[in-house]
């Protein structure tokens, strides 16, 4: 089926940190306006500011759940400054799939939250 | 519909695609052209290109005539009363924009009500929120029943008396629903309520009759009505011709300018500053020949069908929810959600089989909220399409259906 991996659709069955934090340090919230799609990632930082945790929800494609489901997992001891440093094709590439431009989008949500950015700059 | 008919866009024949064959199901985001009108354009260009109302030379002269004919072919194909209320715009959305800057904006005041229906496209939403923001106006909702359609308009009553102007959408973008419109409008009019409306994709589908239907502004695009992009109408009533103020300053909508005065042209040049669309206004008058000669009676039959067997196919299907419970009084739009599959994803699983269709919220966000979905598939027909192309579609999704329950299970 297309540009549907095992890999995706694994994450899509188990997906990694899926779920809401009791007492989040911090709160990230993005949309893709092109579909709708609506990313929250909750995260908690150690002291000295490394993250510890994370748990996300929202509704939304395969590609952008999968791809939040891995960026998760990215996420986990680095720091807000580490993660801006991540670039979207290292995204794109964890996904292990051929995408079109518009579902480049949908894979890069999860990153764009974090980022707070809301497309492409 | 013929072979023969759907030869005749050339688009149709020469696509790359993935899959059997190809198939174009989102004509509610724009319409194929036929080679007539891709001919016209070119055309343009090549023999009749000279700025209008300007030049005194026979070329120009020409243009003039040429452009203010399609004008006139305009209204009679929405049997407006005059060509004079026939405005060329970008489209729709310009078209409902100018209204609200170079109309609502000056006869509106502080504390006055807009209606606008929960079905609305962004279009039909923004303009009138942005303006009520300046003007510190009030927005209130016509709520959609549970069947997709509007609430019955006499239950509306005290909310459009309160109210100063009207926006609805003539059919519905995402449930293919359309209004009654003719009574609303009666009941609106009684109440001393103007009313604007989106017809971006009724007057793509449906015979229009501007002297049965009497709105105060009818706006539409040329795009989605197989003509060119870039252009669109807006119909302004002849009884708001003095309320209206110049939108975009410049030339052609001048009749003097001095260092300390200005006049301008009366209605429609009034409100079609700078140079038009000409090109394209001459295009689209022969995507008003194509429907005229098929007959606009014939073309809105064959969407009838049409809208209602895919309907009844897609509604057949397990795991479908279509969105809106009635396969009458619909044009050739029609919008679902699959259990466990996201309609993105659902899109793309179309597009390997050569079939378009467009997923995401169709620019109608609020209407989204309202039926509980976050995003839908919606699949839309225009006179170019069959019961064979629906049949392939319902055949496909069967197919992706099974195929991803047996890759999730």
């Known amino acids: 089926m297309s540009i549907y991996n095992q890999k995706i659709f694994k994450h899509l069955r188990h997906p990694k940190n899926k779920g809401r934090l009791d007492a989040p340090d911090k709160v990230f919230e993005g949309f893709n306006p092109y579909c709708g799609d609506r990313l929250v990632f909750d995260v908690l930082f150690s002291d000295e500011g490394v993250i510890k945790q994370v748990g996300w929800h929202g509704a939304g494609c395969t590609i952008s759940q999968a791809s939040a489901s891995i960026f998760s997992e990215q996420l986990i001891g680095k720091t807000l400054d580490d993660v801006m440093t991540i670039a979207h094709q290292d995204c794109i590439a964890a996904l292990d799939i051929e995408l079109s431009p518009s579902r480049i989008k949908c894979a890069l949500l999860p990153l764009y939250t974090l980022k707070q950015m809301h497309d492409v700059e | ?409």
């Open chain 2, 1 to 409: 519909m013929s072979q023969q008919l759907k030869d005749t866009f050339p688009l149709l024949q020469n696509t790359q695609h993935k899959g059997d064959r190809f198939v174009y199901l989102d004509s509610a985001a724009t319409t194929q052209k036929p080679a007539t009108v891709i001919a016209a354009e070119k055309a343009w260009y090549e023999r009749f290109n000279a700025n209008i109302h300007r030049g005194s030379y026979d070329l120009a002269e020409q243009a003039t005539k040429l452009y203010e004919q399609v004008r006139i072919k305009t209204a009679q194909h929405i049997n407006a009363v005059s060509p004079k209320s026939i405005v060329f715009t970008s489209g729709t959305t310009e078209s409902i924009n100018m209204i609200a800057r170079a109309w609502a904006r000056h006869v509106l005041q502080r504390g006055d009500t807009i209606v606008l229906t929960e079905m609305e496209h962004h279009s039909n939403i923004v303009p009138w929120r942005l303006l009520a923001q300046e003007l510190e106006l009030h927005i209130e909702y016509w709520p959609i029943q549970r069947t997709g359609e509007l609430q019955a308009v006499t239950e509306m009553k005290s909310v459009l008396q309160q109210a100063r102007l009207l926006c609805i959408t003539h059919a519905s973008n995402v449930l293919g629903v359309i209004n009654p419109l003719e009574r609303i409008i009666a009941m609106a009019h009684e109440l001393d309520t103007a009313v604007v409306v989106d017809g971006a994709q009724a007057a793509a589908h449906m015979q229009l009759d501007m002297q049965v239907l009497q709105p105060d502004f009818y706006c539409f695009s040329a795009h989605k009505m197989l003509g060119p992009t870039g252009l669109g109408v807006a119909y302004v009533d002849h009884k708001h011709f003095g309320a209206i103020q110049p939108f975009l300053g410049g030339g052609e909508m001048i009749q003097q300018v001095t260092k300390d005065k200005l006049t301008f042209k009366p209605m429609p040049w009034l409100l079609e500053a700078g140079t038009k669309q000409l090109a394209q206004v001459f295009a689209f008058g022969e995507a008003l020949d194509y429907m005229q000669s098929i007959g606009m009676k014939k073309v809105a039959q064959h969407d009838r069908m049409l809208s209602a067997y895919m309907y009844e196919q897609l509604r057949g299907v397990d795991g479908v929810r279509v969105l809106g419970s009635s396969s009458e009084n619909r044009i050739g739009i029609v919008s679902f959600v699959v259990d466990d599959i996201h309609a993105h994803d659902l899109a793309t699983l179309c597009n390997d089989h050569g079939i378009a269709v467009r997923a995401g919220h169709h620019c109608a966000m609020p209407l989204h909220d309202v039926l509980g979905a976050s995003a839908s598939v919606r699949v839309s027909t225009h006179i170019y399409n069959d019961k064979a192309d629906i049949d392939y579609m319902v055949e496909k999704l069967k197919l992706i259906i099974n195929e991803w329950k047996k890759l999730n299970s």
